[in-house]
């Protein structure tokens, strides 16, 4: 059992105070890396707190579980396999990456022959998956696709036909491709939609629909049973976690929408910040230093949530995605040994967009009485065409919100007191193209890594999404022993 002792007895001083009793904290909790500013300043880690950090890392032996993962070795204990998403770019075991090359020149091959119309004319690209099979690529074609007239790209995950709806209103089924991301080929949700995809194509006069299906999965065999010729399945490895998975083919739709060489700077931005978290001691290593500060928060100042607020419209869905990977990834309460955890695991994550968020949550963060860690991400080089002013007040606003968090302001009014001493992060991004959002998602996941180990569990699995399902699948059976207020709810709604 890892010992917080030291951590938890850290003295705890205001912000300001910190400042001015350390010349060199600036210095000290600041790095740059693959074309990203990172700020911790303004967090209340201290010279002694990373000193505490890296002795319970030592201690737990973080570099050696680290190597263990890029090195292929069974890390996800409980489903007994490696953990190959490093590999996709580049570092890992030379066989998985090896592999992992082999079904990118795959999925490029694919693409090529899309483009050369092997297909007929093809303009958009209906994708359907969730969870990882939707969160990634939808970021990645949001974030980087806007201004792209090389396809139109859906992605739908929910099973609600309002979403199916609003895509078959604009979609011409003489000229989509259904794409099916499912790593099992089985998920409920996707299957019914693409059933539902096949439908409509074939109701429009489609002569071969599930000739104008590309299957993304790592079980082949499911996917050619459902329809799908072999040649137009993509594979990827079953060590490639769902929300870790758009590195891999699960990535097609960003990579047909934003061209091929847009896909391999994603992937070279990602190898980057894998060499950096690989080689960098743990006082100058981003994702280590941002897990020690999610990890103060949660186990000393016993923070319950955190909240990234992006300060860029192309970010806009990056809470999204992070929602999942770390809520799935470390929501846990057994320890790698099945023993309980006995301690707060990851906290809540939420956040939005700046400057919205400002004028909607931002009063409980300056005034409330919850302790919100946040984290500011803006992007220095403007992505807009629109006079340079509309740029600086947004980054404007992004800095100032920091600032305010942490010094406050005291009146004679309590009702117009800000209490200061509220702790943030930031993120700058020289720009933000493929290379960098690359290493940006590369960061979070070593983060989610490094969080784990230091917590004895496993980052890997997600056993708690399946009991829902199953019981959802029982009652569409007619079965299932249901609570008085559930069965009720089944009666309302279907009269059963």
Known sequence: ??????????????????????????????????????????????????????????????????????????????????????????????????????????????????????????????????????????????????????????????????????????????????????????????????????????GAGVEDPYGRVIALTASPEKAIEWGVDETRILPFSEGVGGRYSLWSSIGFPAAIALGWDQFEELLEGAAEMDRHFRLAALHENAPAIAAFADLYYTQVRHAETRAPFAYDERLRLLPSYLQQLEMESNGKGVTVDGQPVGRPTAPITWGGVGTDAQHAVFQLLHQGTHLVPVEFLAVIEAGDTLPAEHHRQLLLNAFAQGAALMTGKQVDDPARSYPGDRPSSTLLLDRLDARTLGALIAFYEHRVFVNGVLLGINSFDQFGVELGKEMAKAAAKGGGDFDASTADLIRRAFGE
Do not use: C
């Open 1 to 202: 059992m890892a010992d917080w002792s030291t951590i938890e007895a850290l003295p705890q001083e205001r912000l300001e105070t910190l400042f001015a009793n350390d010349p060199d904290r600036l210095k000290r909790l600041s790095l740059d890396v693959a074309g990203i500013h990172f700020d911790w300043s303004k967090t209340h880690l201290t010279a002694d707190a990373l000193t505490a950090f890296e002795a319970l890392a030592k201690s737990v032996d973080l570099a050696g579980k680290r190597e263990a993962m890029f090195a292929g070795a069974n890390v996800n204990v409980t489903e007994d396999r490696p953990v190959e998403h490093t590999a996709e770019r580049g570092e890992g075991k030379a066989e998985s990456v090896a592999r992992a090359a082999s079904y990118h020149a795959r999925m490029r091959g694919l693409i090529d022959a899309i483009e050369a119309e092997a297909f007929g004319p093809v303009r958009s690209i209906l994708h359907v998956g969730i969870g990882g099979s939707a969160l990634g690529p939808h970021l990645l074609v949001d974030a980087l696709g806007r201004g792209s007239d090389r396809y139109d790209v859906a992605i739908v995950s929910n099973v609600d036909g309002m979403a199916l709806d609003d895509v078959f209103d604009d979609f011409d089924p003489e000229t989509t491709l259904l794409v099916v991301a499912s790593k099992t080929f089985t998920t409920t949700e996707t299957m019914m939609n693409a059933e539902s995809v096949i439908q409509w194509m074939t």
